[in-house]
């Protein structure tokens, strides 16, 4: 969830019986930090069993609120809530990244982008045009995550290389604030782990006698490669596509003819 509540957000509240609106609207108070009164105003579904407040002006930036029902709302025969309804809320802040994956200085793990966690919602076409990478990389794109305001920065990174990541001054909020000042993160991308691997698509490969036998090996990261050849029975061959040749017991079987 997102860390701060939208400056354009509703109170919505939900009972479990139709309510008398009267006394439910006097019961309720959107207030500030301070104690200050929200003006709004209410909402109600066809059945009265659930109400929307809007307040008639933007939430401050990072202020604290609390929206109170008193306990003397009451449904249409006379009886009361019982006991009173406070929600506590924190509006979200002013724009600013708190938190990247990388940290600044930090290494990016392989096949992951970046992330930017924001104060508060921002404007996903304008943080599309504020993002640059330096050196810069192919396939360059931008994720908005509404619900945690996080910013996903995607691309084709090289391995063991320094990358600057900048948020141009530019970036905006819905409500007409700019982040003010350039944001820069400094990482590293880490080297790729060492891959090798037959390039062949199923585990058994028929040969032709008449031609040079020829297996294709594809490799990353290796200094080495160590080849053993052995012969395999008839009965050896029908055992491992029985068990097949990638099972719990890796060691080879058969004659080993060369290394």
């Known amino acids: 969830m997102p860390s701060g509540l939208p400056l354009d957000a509703v109170v919505r509240i939900a009972f479990n019986q139709s309510m008398d609106r009267a006394s439910v609207e006097r019961a309720f108070a959107l207030v500030n ?6 003006d709004g105003a209410f909402a109600w579904n066809e059945t009265s069993t659930e109400f929307t407040y809007t307040p ?22 006379g009886s009361s809530l019982g006991s009173p309804l406070i929600l506590t ?12 994956k990388p940290s600044d200085g930090g290494q990016k793990d392989n096949w992951e982008g970046v992330q930017l966690t924001f104060a508060g919602p921002m404007l996903p076409a304008s943080l599309r045009q504020a993002v640059s990478i330096s050196p810069a990389i192919e396939g360059l794109g931008t994720y908005w995550d509404p619900d945690s305001y996080t910013l996903y920065v995607n691309g084709d990174f090289d391995p063991t290389r320094d990358y600057t990541l900048t948020v141009a001054a530019s970036a905006g909020d819905p409500y007409g604030t700019s982040l003010g000042a350039p944001f820069r993160l400094r990482f590293s991308t880490r080297d790729l782990p060492p ?27 290796a200094g080495r490669l160590d080849f ?19 099972s719990a017991t890796l060691a080879p079987r058969g004659e080993l003819l060369r290394q």
């Open 56 to 77: 008639s002006r933007r939430l401050d930036y990072d202020t604290a609120y609390e929206a109170r029902l008193a306990a003397s709302a009451s449904a249409p025969g």
């Open 228 to 246: 053993a050849l052995y012969r395999l029975s008839l009965s050896q061959f029908f055992e491992l596509q029985r068990d097949g040749v990638y």
């Open 33 to 38: 930090a301070s104690g200050a009164m929200v």
């Open 89 to 100: 809320y924190r509006s979200a802040g002013r724009p600013a990244i708190v938190s990247s």
């Open 195 to 221: 891959v090798t691997g037959f390039m062949r698509y199923g585990d058994v490969l028929s040969l032709e006698a008449g031609r040079s036998p020829v297996i294709q090996v594809q490799a990353r990261n």
